[in-house]
């Protein structure tokens, strides 16, 4: 209640795991409060008390945003609204050094998370970046690198128990013990099941995560937010309690190091109102923290110690409330509750498969994991190297791999990855990496639409602000017409968030043929910077006398004289590659012909947004398929095709 | 000499490691020859011959270069010389599926190398790609994994001792056994002057690698080929004969497993000419193979098996012959040397620190081994990982990460990596990820030079065998004048490649304003597929009567009507920018003004070498770092940044 409480009330953008917006914030979508000093604390308040109420949720996702969160501050200077700011911090005041942090940021949450520096930086390499560089690979290492010292440091430090819980595994989470990992063709069959399984388990898994979210987003703005949270937490209390009665006691078994019934912590056989020298086997996989419920069930020469029964009666628990329980206001990661559903059904087929294979329960039970991860998240090459940190087991890694393959191939036939789905529910205009195949037959001028406002290389005050007003775009093209040129040629583009610094500084002139001024001398770079993500300032806190309005400013230095352009006739596939390679947030068009306007249009993230083309050419919804064009765009995506490489 | 001798005459493409070249190749230089069947038959018998003769070279490069050979004969559908072809196979007959294939393959050949799979994608995605994209990790993730199994069922069949030496040590190559890998503070100081001392060796094993080779080039180009291969192992056989008698015999140590001394293969304690019971410790790190050596360098609790002065002996001898090795014309890797190198004087470190460190000496070597190839080859992550893989051990990861970053950071400050080297070494135009820093300075039209070649729309045969016969170039752009159009607009860019089918076909028409014909009804994508690399038409080829000279062409449906355009005013910074990402071959110029041809020039790659800009503007060279640009530059810069993003 306390995590739902501070997230709807304090900062609702705590909320979820954090993934998808970082995801989208890395693919150039800069939504509000996302990375803002409150999220931060709300975050890690929340998912403490979330995680500690039992709720089925994990850590990974939560601390992921954490650190993007603090990487974000610093990238943007600190936060100045709480007086926690750094001088030396502006030059990363923009967008391209803000986002290399994040995207480090990001590497050192889940790198911390799963004490797993390496699976860190390939998972925000393969399912969260939009744009990787070789340099950026090298600093998120770096800072995985610092991750892991410094875990390594902690963990000494409190190996004579002076931190809790922490430390008490080591450096790996989960390490699986099976010495002689030995596996043949016999064991090929349940490992191609347990794939398909988990492919099948894991876009089930996304398909009704995703109508729980809708049913939940109606809930939520009826105001029952808080309500919500109590039922599910109610949910959760009594499956802990309830269900554990309907599993039979079990003796303990014999010549086992540990103790039996356990009274501690994170023993494997819980006493729950068991006879002397008997354990609930139910009871030992809830009553135990996430991670070591996990380790239970990874630990080898256990595999009698679970009955068939409980196995089940957890899978279908622990898969059903981590769905119910990921969509609350409160902060929630998916990966915990998505290895332990996997580890439980994993060690389910090992015990089905019995005597026929020759693997321990506990290497099954990786496999599970391995084979959820892939159905839902859809990761390949992270997955397999987060698994090989948090077990250390590296004999297990081809086995690994071709599960993991299968389950994302088969889920790859239902539906999208779950960060995907995240993304598209929250309504976040991310753009793919591939441009639809429709768009191969639509021109750039067949999706540029309403009128251009254009701006003068000097241009009115008042014009300006009036434009500024009526418009919400972010870029304006700056055209020279006579006298300054010889005919009207298009000169650059300006951004809104400079000419709101114009006008606030007031950088103004009488008259159009005034001398020039030293711009240098006025400005700095640093006035220019990018502001944080809070603070964002609207034309109507700039006030203006009637004398200013009739004044003009010289917009020639401040202009990007080199913005990227394209011609009307270039093909909407073509264009798409342009924007989403290099990143662009404005793509001028401009015509083909020479008798009209320098530039006739502006292309920006939502005019490649598969719903706004479809909706201006809704002949093509029906017409994706048609072999009508068939062979004729075939051939000329061939030719555009050859034009790369 | 068998080595040296199939590739001086049967093919020079295949001498060297073969990485330098698959990393231009996938950067978008096709060099030929390097991926014939030829060369791939050399390269495998070749990579035998040369490591059975105990140069010290290794295999893991001509391994890549294998695969990579293999993927790339997939590609262009078989090898059509030796009649080895596949119908289905055309499909990939395109610059981006070879592509694509060829990166697989090198992952594919690391991943065999090393037993290594997450470590072979890895390194082709940090060290040898200029494009990724996530679809292409994923399928490099499915070779790797397919490698890993083939390994796997192979290594378990040949566990009976069938298959010689392949598959004895597992799927682990270097299994380090050091069961309680615990460091602490004090550890620190030796890991930090690995890294250093790796950084220092590595980038002057660089420098001395770079004398070396031009050294070796002007000999070669002497013709004294054979005769330099001769005198390199001449010289290996000396040092690995000569040497062991100057190291001591020792003792055997009591109460060891292993045979002392070993008269079998791998033994770590080789007797040469010692008494009984004792061994040559020199002896036992030259008899062995590369990997045997490495192992035992490795291995755990051996830490007084060795003498300082053979260590260090075996250190010199080792990081020369490494250098003078890989020059040769023969098939030859550089990382097993640089593995071994580094593993040697990691084990000295550890040896001199004594008592003072708590680490055993077989981790030193591997701390050793990460520091070489991290100040070599400048890796990161991918290091990281593959020596995880040989050595399973993932408990050093942390310090490994440490000794990487430390010895990449110091190595960096001298010269480039390896590759980058070679690559420049052997002239190929490689394209830079980011644009030099004075070409901010510059603007498209400063490097656009000479008579820029243009068609017709409609174009007479006899211009385009004249233009085709009197010029290199491999693209044109195409115009539409009156008639066809208003004013002369750009129609689009067509390839010489598709010119030279179109005038084989002799798809000629009588006057300029014939009937349209079904072009789609007479060609097919067939006719434009990409052709193996071996084949290239020439326009000599193509025999035309005069009559046929004074027809015409129409080239419309033939051209790739969508190009990528900039702006001549446009900066080049941000050019390079966009031919790089896109992966362009052709980029058009297109004028400001409307008043002039409707192109004004096109850029190749060879547009944006350092070398022809500053040889255009020669200023530039001592002008590159002078302040008086900094300021204004620096705002300059700024604002086209703040395009992007």
Not at 13 to 28: R, T, W
Not at 230 to 237: D, E, G, K, Y
Not at 401 to 415: G, R
Request: proline share 4%; glycine share 8%; with cysteine.
């Amino acid at each position: 209640m306390i995590a739902s409480a501070i997230t709807a009330y304090i900062a609702p953008a705590a909320a979820g795991s954090g993934i998808p917006e970082v995801k989208a914030y890395l693919n150039g979508i800069d939504a509000p409060e996302i990375f803002s000093f409150k999220t931060l604390v709300v975050k890690i308040f929340g998912i403490i008390t979330a995680v500690s109420s039992s709720l089925h949720v994990g850590k990974a996702g939560p601390m992921l945003h954490t650190t993007a969160c603090i990487a974000s501050l610093l990238g943007q200077g600190g936060s100045r609204k709480y007086r926690l700011t750094c001088k030396w911090l502006r030059y990363f005041k923009n967008d391209k050094d803000r986002q290399d942090l994040v995207t480090c940021g990001a590497c050192a949450g889940i790198a911390a998370a799963f004490r797993a520096p390496i699976g860190g930086v390939l998972f925000v390499l393969e399912s969260l970046s939009s744009w990787w560089r070789s340099a950026l690979l090298w600093r998120a290492f770096f800072t995985t690198a610092v991750v892991a010292v410094v875990l390594r440091a902690f963990i000494d430090f409190c190996r004579s128990g002076k931190c809790g819980l922490f430390g008490k595994g080591g450096l790996i989470m989960f390490e699986v013990t099976a010495d002689n990992v030995s596996y043949h063709l016999v064991d090929l069959p349940p490992v191609i099941v347990l794939g398909v399984l988990g492919g099948i388990l894991g876009s089930s898994h996304n398909f009704i995560l995703d109508k729980i979210l809708r049913l939940y987003t109606h809930v939520n703005e009826k105001g029952y937010r808080l309500l919500l949270a109590a039922c599910v937490s109610i949910i959760t209390s009594c499956c802990l309690f309830g269900l554990p009665w309907l599993a039979s006691c079990r003796p303990c078994p014999t010549g086992i190091t540990e103790a039996c019934p356990s009274i501690g912590r994170s023993g494997n056989f819980k006493k729950f109102q068991c006879a002397p020298d008997h354990y609930n086997d139910l009871a030992s996989l809830f009553f135990n923290t996430n991670d070591d419920t996990i380790r239970n069930l990874y630990s080898a020469g256990t595999d009698s110690a679970f009955n068939k029964y409980s196995i089940i009666l957890f899978f279908v628990t622990s898969y059903f409330l981590g769905i119910v329980s990921y969509g609350l206001v409160a902060p929630s990661g998916l990966f915990v509750p998505v290895i332990l559903t996997g580890a439980t059904y994993g060690r389910l087929i090992g015990m089905l498969m019995g005597s026929h294979s020759t693997l321990d329960h506990g290497l099954f039970a990786v496999l599970g994991s391995a084979s959820f991860l892939g159905g839902t998240m859809r990761m390949t090459v992270s997955v397999c190297v987060i698994l090989l940190e948090l077990t250390n087991n590296l004999l297990l890694l081809p086995l690994v791999m071709l599960v993991v393959l299968i389950s994302k191939t088969v889920a790859d036939c239902f539906n999208s990855s779950i960060y995907d789905m995240l993304v598209k529910l929250k309504g976040f205009p991310f753009l793919q990496r591939y441009a639809q195949p429709y768009m191969g037959q639509l021109t750039v001028s067949d999706v540029v639409t309403g009128p251009l406002q254009i701006l003068n290389g000097v241009e009115k005050v008042g014009n300006i602000v009036h434009i500024l007003k009526t418009t919400g775009h972010n870029g304006f093209p700056v055209i020279d017409e006579p006298p300054i040129s010889d005919c009207p040629i298009l000169y650059g583009l300006i951004l809104r968030s400079h000419l709101l610094v114009l006008l606030k500084k007031k950088f103004f002139r009488h008259s159009i043929s005034s001398d020039e001024v030293n711009v240098f001398e006025q400005f700095s770079s640093d006035d220019f910077a990018k502001r944080g993500s809070v603070i964002r300032d609207t034309i109507n806190d700039i006030l203006l006398t009637d004398e200013e309005m009739e004044m003009s400013i010289d917009l020639h230095p401040f202009t990007n004289t080199s913005p990227y352009t394209v011609v009307e006739t270039m093909s909407l596939t073509k264009a798409h590659t342009l924007f989403r390679e290099l990143g662009l947030r404005h793509l001028l068009v401009i015509p083909k012909s020479h008798s009209r306007a320098p530039v006739v249009g502006i292309l920006t993230r939502h005019d490649f947004m598969p719903e706004y083309v479809l909706g201006l050419h809704p002949f093509l919804v029906g017409g994706r398929n048609k072999l009508l064009h068939f062979r004729k765009s075939t051939l000329i995506k061939f030719f555009s095709d050859l034009c790369r490489f």
